[in-house]
């Protein structure tokens, strides 16, 4: 890349990120650690021509950001834990709905309101599982600046691809710590924008009728088309239906346009893993501590790699059997009781040889805490 070199928190970049991305309109609430994002926005969204507004709560923050992208906008809106459970209904409703949008969630420790400054990944089950109903979602994460910004494009690439929201899980150490990025040069990278019916104004428009590549083309409400939005199961005119037939197809296009396209929306970064005797699978700040393991342990003989997620939802299952296949032992590293954990044992042949290096105090995991885990995995002989 040969974009400009700036020095910057993780929320900084994000902000950049979603500003290269053709942000338009961004609706927030103050929350610690997601505050920066919302400050910025404030300040530079403006200044591009777009519209920041500070909302009374969370709930007011993801209908404002539904509203304003049903007028045609690139959307986003940052929080933290106890405001990600706030917005739960209103993401069942875009999901629903089929409203691109990007959900901000800057992870913090809990339940409740528990450590707002100390660092967590304990919302990495709420971002899949958090709304009611089935559905699917895409959730990202990163664990440097680099990619968090490469993910925040992917996420609003993501959410007009398949019209749908998007998660990106970040955490409190990621966005607090400053490192170096490089910011793309203008169309270095490739940007998805809203697909425009090309529906004549005054002929009859489907809003929920998929072309044949599954896509669906919108028009912007309150233009030359008028059509219903609704959170009921609803036909491709968008009018609620108790159909049988209407709603199966319904859910199932909800669940296929994402599940079906797993390869396409997964993310990773991979260090060591076709030797590794011990393979390590993290995400986020956890992984730059699985990572300085692996670096600092591989030159003293230590078969270790790793695999580092940057696609949490939907689980890449298939990539981690592939890449868990020749390791006799996996070690997943995160900072909650085992959220990943589940899904890594339920993609991989060999369940019984997976184990959990984790911390929820609200401290980083550290190398350390990794190393004394792979001592008592190795000292038991399994």
């Not at 669906?216 to 968008?238: A, E, I, K, Q």
């Not at 696609?311 to 909650?336: G, H, I």
């Amino acid at each position: 890349m040969g974009g400009q070199l700036t020095f910057v928190q993780g929320n900084e970049a994000c902000v950049k990120a979603a500003l290269y991305a053709g942000l338009d309109f961004f609706a927030g609430y103050p929350i610690t650690p997601s505050t920066e994002i919302a400050e910025l926005m404030a300040a530079r969204l403006p200044r591009k021509g777009g519209t920041f507004l500070q909302m009374e709560d969370e709930i007011a923050s993801i209908c404002a950001i539904i509203g304003a992208s049903l007028t045609g906008r690139k959307v986003m809106t940052a929080t933290s834990g106890p405001g990600f459970s706030l917005m739960q209904e209103g993401l069942g409703y875009a999901i629903m709905a089929e409203i691109p949008c990007v959900i901000v969630d800057v992870q913090r420790g809990g339940p409740s309101t528990g450590l707002p400054t100390k660092v967590s990944q304990g919302d990495v089950n709420q971002a899949r599982w958090g709304t009611h109903g089935d559905h699917s979602i895409i959730a990202l994460t990163a664990s440097n600046h680099q990619d968090v910004f490469a993910m925040t494009v992917d996420a609003f690439n993501f959410s007009e691809t398949y019209r749908t929201p998007v998660i990106l899980l970040l955490d409190e150490v990621v966005a607090h710590m400053r490192e170096r990025l490089e910011v793309p040069e203008p169309g270095e990278l490739a940007l998805v924008e809203r697909l425009k019916t090309s529906v004549r104004e005054g002929v009859d428009y489907h809003p929920y009728l998929p072309r044949e590549d599954g896509r669906l083309p919108m028009s912007d409400f309150g233009g030359g088309h008028r059509y219903n939005v609704t959170g009921l199961f609803h036909d491709m005119w968008g009018f609620p239906s108790e159909n049988p037939q209407v709603v199966h197809g319904l859910m199932h296009h909800l669940v296929d346009k994402i599940e079906n396209h797993v390869d396409n929306v997964t993310r990773y970064r991979e260090y060591f893993v076709e030797d590794a005797e011990t393979l390590l699978i993290s995400y986020g700040s956890s992984a730059r501590s699985a990572l300085h393991v692996v670096m600092n342990r591989r030159p003293r003989g230590e078969r270790l790699g790793l695999l580092e997620l940057q696609t949490l939802w939907p689980f890449p299952s298939a990539l981690v059997r592939e890449k868990a296949e020749n390791a006799r032992f996996v070690v997943v590293v995160e900072m909650n009781m085992g959220q990943v954990l589940q899904s890594v044992k339920a993609a991989v042949e060999r369940p019984d040889r997976v184990f959990l290096a984790n911390r929820v105090d609200g401290v980083l995991i550290n190398p350390t805490d990794i190393r004394n885990i792979l001592r008592l995995i190795q000292g038991r002989g399994v």
